[in-house]
């Protein structure tokens, strides 16, 4: 569990950093949170939740972790 873990994460974290719209970091927001729950023995779609929760609002919430690459 621990190779799996490790593995998931590297490739969960670089889905990350690729959101441009509130709806593509939802969904990675989702993915990344429904990962971690399953591999820490937790529900995977509370994990979902949290996380998709999370990934949307995090531009307005701290819109310094979320830049806009775009320029505008």
């Given at each position: 569990m621990?190779?799996?873990l490790i593995i998931?994460?590297?490739?969960?974290?670089?889905?990350?950093s690729c959101?441009?719209?509130d709806l593509s970091r939802g969904a990675s927001g989702a993915?990344?949170?429904a990962?971690?729950?399953?591999?820490?023995?937790n529900d995977p779609v509370l994990g979902a939740?949290?996380?998709?929760a999370a990934g949307a609002m995090c531009d307005d919430v701290a819109p310094q972790l979320c830049p806009?690459?775009?320029?505008?």
């Open positions: 621990g190779k799996t998931g994460s590297i490739a969960l974290l670089g889905l990350a959101g441009q719209t993915g990344i949170g990962f971690a729950a399953a591999a820490t023995d939740l949290a996380g998709g806009n690459y775009r320029g505008y």
